[in-house]
């Protein structure tokens, strides 16, 4: 990495560091979280794979424990053509990903309990911008039903990132954010922010650590800091 890249990349840092903690100050009223995640990746073609995802969310402030269970199954549609570096999710490597699943999430909160079925229909068009920073466009559909009532939401989210590579050592941050259409409320209600660095060893495994603030005006509490870790294993097809 030259010296000019090392000053961009120090400055990027200090930048996401001065946003985080404004945003921790500004939002001290905001109800806590923290979201551990295990996410399983198993390569089924070359161009198929499928996700397997378990999420716990615990409220440190409310009575909250959520379960969040799922699958999706995605195919690359194109390759990316512009060279950057390899990257452990392979889903980064191609310019446009579809996908489909299936979520169940099960929510106790004051001593009540809500279940959801979820269908989802996604996909993700890729760029590289300038520098090496990869954009992602993902626009998903759910297809809902809370304790059998039905619902439908849109979600559309962007997230930037940047690979660096320092004495072998590789390390990616990144940014997001994310707005939420729900149907039955007729209204853009739910928005959320992170900021994180994924920290991949070999091909195996990734460890994706964040901080995301969520915006809520149909849910309680309506504000929430989350603290989040994900482990994320990769099973690859023996070529």
Not at 17 to 31: E, M, W
Not at 138 to 165: A, C, H, M, Q
Request: glycine fraction near 6%; charged fraction near 25%.
């Amino acid at each position: 990495m030259t010296a000019s890249r090392n000053r961009r990349f120090l400055l990027f840092l200090v930048l996401q560091l001065f946003v985080v903690c404004n945003v921790v100050a500004q939002t001290s009223d905001s109800a806590n979280e923290f979201w551990p995640a295990l996410d399983a990746t198993f390569d089924l073609r070359p161009k198929t794979r499928l996700l397997v995802y378990a999420e716990k969310h615990d409220g440190e402030d409310v009575s909250l424990s959520q379960w969040n269970l799922g699958a999706i199954l995605s195919y690359r549609m194109s390759r990316i053509l512009k060279r950057h570096l390899t990257d452990i999710d392979e889903e980064n490597e191609y310019n446009l990903v579809i996908g489909g699943g299936y979520q169940f999430v099960e929510t106790k909160q004051n001593d009540s309990t809500k279940r959801e079925n979820r269908l989802i229909l996604q996909g993700t068009p890729k760029y590289i911008l300038g520098g090496g920073f990869l954009l992602q466009d993902r626009s998903r559909v759910e297809f809902r039903w809370i304790d059998g009532k039905y619902n439908f939401r849109y979600r559309n989210k962007l997230t930037v990132n940047r690979p660096f590579e320092i004495n072998k050592f590789r390390f990616t941050p990144y940014t997001s954010g994310e707005l939420f259409w729900d149907r039955n409320h007729h209204s853009w209600d739910e928005n959320q922010y992170a900021f994180g660095v994924q920290i991949p060893y070999k091909k195996l495994l990734m460890v994706d650590s964040y901080y995301l603030h969520q915006n809520c005006t149909t849910c309680s509490p309506a504000s929430v800091n989350v603290f989040g870790v994900t482990l994320n294993l990769y099973f690859h097809r023996k070529k």
